[in-house]
């Protein structure tokens, strides 16, 4: 996240905890009323990204400097405002800027009650608990057509599927080595990501198994402790960084971590940010971040 040497522990376990625990509440499906697109505020990084794939800017953002550590992609712009933390927006200054329309998570921050006396919105969820692209699909058509923005969603929808046939043949030759993904938590534990995770639908349309098909959360993701992971052999590893270079150099650098079978092998990458819990855009990133790895290899 950002330089975690400004944070206590405390704080970066809080920090840790935020980024990577979404929360699932389904809202009303009630239509807004005019909704002017220049001003819709967003207070968690998945409407962020549906809003952006419609092409829509928002003109407010909860927790920027954490957003494009963990989101970095895609960017925004300089003129976003940061409307305080995605689990408490500071809610005068909402009021003060008086959105035409706010998305957030479902259930994730302050009750909707409490939002909706601010501005007109709604929540969106992040997965069904099996296959959080097709949720983000459904999300984005929902949230075009409340916009008036339908053919901007089929556009983006189009786009996409397009984009990850082009990117089929990259990952033709590699045979069915399977993919583990991960993320260190801390100095003993790693996230990683089994079959309901974002990624897994992209895995499947390129023929790359999944390595880890142990325990996961509703999201996705299980955090493990760093010697399970010794029992991985012939896996290609990719370890997502999040502004935590100091850290992953410390374990890198100890005899358990220079034991593991997929370090002796030489098939551990360390790759850039991608959010775990977004939609198509953060799926798009994650398809340039694999191709980057292990696109065009045997």
């Known amino acids: 996240m950002h330089n975690f040497a400004l944070f206590s522990v405390t704080r970066r376990r809080l920090l840790t905890a935020m980024a990577l625990s979404p929360l699932l509440w389904r809202p009303g499906q009630a239509r807004a009323a005019a909704i002017d697109p220049q001003r819709i505020v ?9 809003l952006l794939a419609l092409g829509v800017i928002p003109c407010g953002v909860a927790d920027l400097p954490n957003y494009r550590i963990w989101v970095s992609e895609p960017p925004l712009p300089a003129s976003t405002i940061d409307v305080g933390l ?49 949720v983000a699909r ?20 189009a786009e996409y599927e397009r984009f990850i046939e082009r990117m089929k043949p990259r990952f033709a030759r590699r045979g069915a080595r399977p993919l583990l993904m991960m993320t ?16 897994q639908e992209v895995l499947d349309a390129f023929g790359i198994p999944n390595a880890w098909q142990g325990e996961t959360n ?16 012939d896996v290609d590893v990719l370890c997502f960084d999040h502004g935590n270079g100091k850290e992953m150099e410390t374990l890198m650098a100890t005899p358990l971590w220079q034991a593991m079978p997929f370090i002796r092998a030489g098939r551990f990458q360390r790759a850039p940010a991608v959010w775990f819990y977004g939609a198509t855009l953060s799926a798009m990133r994650f398809v340039r ?9 045997a």
């Not at 509703?218 to 052999?233: E, H, K, T």
């Open 289 to 297: 971040i694999l191709d980057n790895a292990l696109g065009g290899r």
């Open 138 to 157: 459904r999300s984005l058509l929902e949230l075009a057509q409340l916009l008036n923005l339908e053919p901007a969603a089929r556009h983006h929808l």
């Open 218 to 233: 509703f999201w996705g993701s299980s955090i493990v402790g760093i010697d399970r992971l010794a029992s991985w052999r």
């Open 86 to 134: 995605r689990t408490e927006p500071n809610l005068e200054l909402l009021a003060d800027m008086r959105p035409s329309f706010m998305v957030w998570s479902a259930g994730y921050g302050p009750a909707p009650e409490k939002l909706l006396r601010i501005a007109p919105g709604r929540g969106v969820n992040f997965s069904d608990g099996k296959n959080p692209l097709a």
């Open 184 to 199: 260190q938590v801390d100095a003993r534990h790693m996230l990683v990501f089994g079959p309901n995770c974002l990624f």
């Open 42 to 50: 967003a207070l968690e990084w998945l409407p962020v990204e549906l």
